[in-house]
């Protein structure tokens, strides 16, 4: 079942490059970590696959700082050393 695209909220706009490859390098992280690509490509590199999902609209990501009750702080690790920038979902 697909959802309808006034159903699905999207990402917010990325107004700078600095951004875009800040979300594409944490996309190509969550890829070389064992995460499956949401989109079919020629490419086999991380960050050109991590681009092609981010320039079409299928990584979700926000703004803001991760909650303070997150799984890093839990396990001791101060809530300083999390990177808060951007918050992507896999």
């Given at each position: ?26 996309r ?29 609209g ?8 991760r ?24």
């Amino acid at each position: 079942m697909t959802e309808s695209p006034e159903a699905t909220p999207s990402a917010p706009l990325i107004e700078s490059k600095f951004r875009l490859v800040h979300i594409a390098s944490r996309r190509a992280e969550q890829l070389m970590l064992g995460a499956r690509p949401k989109i079919e490509t020629k490419h086999t590199k991380f960050s050109r696959i991590a681009l092609a999902e981010v320039d079409g609209g299928l990584v979700k990501w926000q703004l803001g700082q991760r909650p303070a009750e997150s799984e890093g702080e839990a396990e001791g690790v101060p809530a300083e050393m999390i990177d808060p920038l951007p918050l992507i979902t896999p």
